[in-house]
């Protein structure tokens, strides 16, 4: 099993500290939230997919899963291809004009190594999003859970 984060949508306001959160740790957010007038708020960012489409067409080798499952990017092995962006369902992977590679959500692998929870599930104030394992987390309705479980 791997470690994803999950979203309660019922719990979701809106605020975008989310956002905020993973920009100030990143230099750019690698989650948005949109919001849709009287329905919901969704979250969107990278799914860490088990069997990662990401992963299985990038020629070089430059992607993999982590320990805890999270799909890692090694920039120094990255060609920019944009392979990845192509291939995600989700539309995340994308390519940093600057230096030419990849960047996508790691699930704030450095705070991770640090027995810290990723930034954007410390920074919600109404505790919608998770980080764990889909049997560690127990929310209060479960079919207003997203878990990203893709390619199960």
């Known amino acids: 099993m791997s470690k994803k984060v999950f979203i309660d949508y019922e719990r979701c306001i809106g605020c975008k500290a989310c956002e905020v959160a993973c920009e100030r740790e990143h230099g750019e957010s690698m989650i948005k939230v949109f919001q849709f ?47 990845c962006v192509l291939a995600c369902p989700f539309g995340v992977p994308k390519i940093n004009e600057l230096n030419k590679v990849m960047v996508k959500c790691d699930l704030c692998a450095d705070r991770r190594a640090e027995g810290k929870l990723p ?32 390619g199960r």
């Open 119 to 150: 930034a954007c599930v410390t920074s919600c104030p109404t505790e919608a999003l998770k980080f764990g394992e889909v049997d560690d987390i127990s929310l209060v309705k479960e079919e207003t859970v997203v878990s990203g479980l893709v």
């Open 37 to 83: 007038p009287d329905l919901t708020n969704v979250s969107f960012n990278c799914r860490h997919c088990e069997n990662a489409p990401c992963v299985n067409v990038c020629p070089v080798n430059a992607l993999s899963h982590d320990t805890d499952g999270a799909v890692v990017i090694d920039p120094l092995r990255c060609i920019g291809c944009s392979m």
